[in-house]
């Protein structure tokens, strides 16, 4: 089987991330763990060093520049892309390694359904589904759904920018232009977090001004002052 290589940055992630490394241990094969790290004071350091990962210090904060520090300083030709405060489905391992065991895979890029992890709420269940229609259709998977790529797309489209905001749309862009981005078929369940901080219309409404911000020219340094208010 393939080797892959997981690349997760973080910040303050020790509470989440134990339980996204316990997931990620299903893997069966040559696994290579990579946490990059913006500059966390709490223990995620540690957790991450006692599951056998990677750690890397980011020389600059910020998940663009994170994930392409940590992508660049990995080694494994299949680059799996998650958030720390992500779970993994438990049949995961089992589809990755029928896209990593089909040769024509390397061509596409690979996202996880979008699934929140909470109590059942009718507008949550509406977000889930407009997302996953969005990225099947409009090939927009945002960073909480996951990226599965092969290192020589990834390669050949720039890999992440070192923004501080829109990494993920940044790239999806760019790599729709020259490959599909396809579905898993199985969910990666985010943390509801964000969700319960405020309703569900708002904090979709608000993510969807800043990526109208964003295609408007405004700078990702702009929108990331807008969105730590």
């Known amino acids: 089987m393939a080797g892959l290589s997981v690349v997760i940055p973080t910040l303050e992630e020790a509470n989440r991330l134990p339980l996204l490394l316990a997931d990620l241990q299903r893997w069966q094969g040559e696994l290579e763990i990579v946490i990059c790290d913006g500059g966390s004071r709490d223990q995620t350091r540690q957790v991450a060093h006692l599951s056998g990962a990677t750690v890397l210090d980011s020389p600059t904060a910020g998940r663009g520049p994170q994930l392409r520090w940590g992508v660049d300083h990995s ?3 299949w680059v ?3 958030h720390a405060d992500s779970r993994l489905p438990g049949s995961w391992h089992q589809r990755v390694e029928q896209i990593l065991k089909t040769p024509q895979a390397r061509f596409s890029a690979w996202s996880f359904e979008f699934t ?4 059942a709420r009718p507008m949550l ?3 889930e589904r407009m997302v996953n229609l969005r990225s099947r259709w409009l090939q927009r998977p945002y960073g909480d759904q996951g990226l599965l790529i ?4 990834y390669q050949r489209i720039g890999g992440y920018r070192p923004l501080a905001l829109m990494e993920d749309l940044d790239l999806v862009e760019r790599l729709s232009k020259i490959a599909t981005i396809r579905s898993l078929n199985c969910a ?3 943390s509801a977090q964000r ?3 405020r309703s569900v219309l708002m904090q979709a409404w608000r993510n969807a001004r800043l990526r109208w911000l964003w295609r408007q020219g405004r700078s990702a340094e702009q929108l990331l002052r807008m969105y730590q208010r």
Do not use: A, D, Y
């Open 75 to 77: 080694c494994h030709s």
């Open 125 to 127: 269940w509406l977000l």
């Open 80 to 82: 799996l892309v998650l």
């Open 195 to 197: 969700w319960q901080e």
């Open 150 to 153: 092969h290192r020589q797309l």
């Open 188 to 190: 990666l369940l985010t």
């Open 116 to 119: 929140v992890v909470t109590e």
